[in-house]
């Protein structure tokens, strides 16, 4: 199952964390930005090229530390067809590098337009006697906002291609309590938890060689009591766990996600590691070593707080 093969990286580097590859032009360094620009201009063309040029110096800096990176999709749709190419270039090139991927679309549909968005990230296309991987990446973020017509598509996919998905429950925006901890029944159940309930029942029919099925949930590091209420309610869930760093939570304020074993999550950081060649000061020809350290110093943050990573 698609969870164990990041669960198994996770214990072998110990350190249950995932880089975020979202970015924007401000984040990449002058140098490089300027190669790409002399290259082909000021264009579309030439921002997706330097794109791809930093988010490579990035996976090589840190790849042998995280098991896992998760490229936002947005970064790269808004530089039009020439970032999805810069979008596939960095799944493809993370995975060469042994890298699991999330790839975060927060996609939903229902029907066949839930099961094109689930193949074209996780699933393959048969084109005459061909078939394509468009985005092989091993794992996305879905909205399962539709209810269950809009999961099991996912869900098939899934099942056929060995790969997770990762529902929003309780998200780490300041403003994401106007919906989702609102209550809704007797037994005061917020949606969140209904929606993090739902979560385990759409993964109890998933392999589970280490306890945990194949339908993770999105679930923030700023909202500390609901990691901690939602870790007991969700016994198989693997969480992704944003918010860790810029957002504003702490090793600390995660540490409820993970069990006896330091297993239940991966937690993500985006322009914390990106963005260290900045708050370090040191030259910008220094990123990648930058982001090298910073995501040292958050292995060992978090391993601090959560100990050993075993399977058992």
Known sequence: MSFDRLIEKIVQTQ????????PKLEYIPEFIKAKAFAKHGE????????VWKFNKGLIDAVYDIVPAVKPQIAFYEMLGTEGIKAFYKTVKYAKERGLYVVADCKRNDIGSSAEGYATAYLGKVQVGANEYTPFPADAMTVNGYLGTDGITPFVDVCKKYDKGIFVLVK?????SGELQDQIISDEICAVYE???????KWGAQSEKKYGWSGVGAVVGATYPAQIKSL?????NTFF?????GAQGGTAGDLKAAFNKNGLGGIVNSSRAVMCAYKKEKCSEKDYAGA?????IRMRNE???EIGEIRIK
Do not use: W
């Open 15 to 22: 350190n249950p964390s995932v880089i975020g590859l979202d």
């Open 43 to 50: 264009t579309l063309k030439g921002a997706a090229n330097a």
């Open 171 to 175: 998200t780490s925006n300041p403003s």
């Open 194 to 200: 209904l929606m993090g309930s739902m979560c385990e």
């Open 231 to 235: 870790r007991e309610m969700l016994p």
């Open 240 to 244: 992704l766990i944003p918010g860790y």
């Open 291 to 295: 982001a090298h350290r910073e995501a």
């Open 302 to 304: 978090l391993i601090k």
